[in-house]
């Protein structure tokens, strides 16, 4: 049997390949799982400084395993809660682990697939990629995280208006709402993806973990405290080695090497 989720270490980079391309990714209990355990452990391993996330085959991932949903439809209730518990805890470690996660898409973007992408930071198109909320379609309502992230993205009308109706949208569509940062050709997406994964791996990651919890938080906070929040994490950043670093950089006119310290 293979493994629902591959790690791959290359340098400071991890790569989360979701790894069910016959069944284009959709989840299942096994994946969630899975996916669960594969973002912690790059969550928690200090060497890691960029994520990307990418799924093998044809497509990122297709949303659930609605075949094997319908299949045990007489359990699927009572057993549901706690496969969404670790997918859920996957997708809220993707948007708070304290480095940038990079989505990498193709194929099919849709339902979880679409929940997946918008919990990571950033995310890179391949122009093929096709992108749908699609839970109405089988009947059901948004989870993974996307009836919080779309309206903040695309604002509420839109947000519904493609949760209600389903409908696919294309890779340059998808650009013009933001709900992705790049859209290339299907021949570039690997190379044009480690690139921007490398590059912010070499970043001041320490500088971009407060950078990430700054944005995720301002939906809480009114102005004076994020005001207050964006001090504190200044002046936690001014004690760090990338800032001297990046300031003696900037002085000696030189490209700055950072270490995330």
């Not at 940038?100 to 849709?110: I, W």
Request: proline share 4%; glycine share 10%; hydrophobic share 50%.
């Amino acid at each position: 049997m293979t493994d629902p989720v591959l790690v791959e270490r290359r340098g400071a980079c991890a790569v989360l390949t979701l790894n069910r391309p016959e069944k284009l990714n959709a989840l299942d209990g096994a994946l969630m799982d899975e996916l669960d355990r594969a973002t912690r452990a790059v969550s928690e391993d200090p060497d890691v400084r960029a994520v990307m996330v990418r799924g093998a085959g044809r497509a990122f991932m297709a949303g659930g395993d609605v075949a094997a949903f319908h299949a045990n439809l007489a359990t699927l209730a009572r057993d549901f809660p706690a496969m969404g518990q670790s997918f859920h805890a996957s997708v809220k470690r993707l948007r708070t682990m304290d480095k940038p996660v990079l989505a990498c898409v193709h194929g099919a973007v849709a339902g979880g697939g679409l929940s997946v992408m918008l919990a990571c930071d950033l995310a890179i198109a391949s122009r093929d990629a096709l992108f749908s909320l699609a839970y109405a379609n089988i009947g059901t309502s948004p989870d993974g995280g996307s009836s919080f992230t779309l309206p903040r993205i695309v604002g509420l009308r839109k947000a519904l208006e493609l949760a209600f109706l389903g409908e696919r949208i294309g890779a340059d569509q998808a650009l013009e709402l933001g709900l992705v940062n790049w859209v290339v050709e299907p021949a570039e997406l690997e190379a044009r993806a480690f690139d921007v994964l490398e590059r912010l791996a070499a970043g001041p990651t320490f500088a971009l973990a407060r950078t990430k919890a700054l944005f995720n938080e301002t939906w809480e906070r009114p102005l004076a405290a994020q005001l207050d929040a964006e001090l504190a994490a200044f002046t936690r950043c001014v004690e760090t080695a990338d800032f001297a670093e990046g300031t003696g950089a900037f002085v000696g006119k030189r490209k700055p090497g950072f270490t995330g310290r």
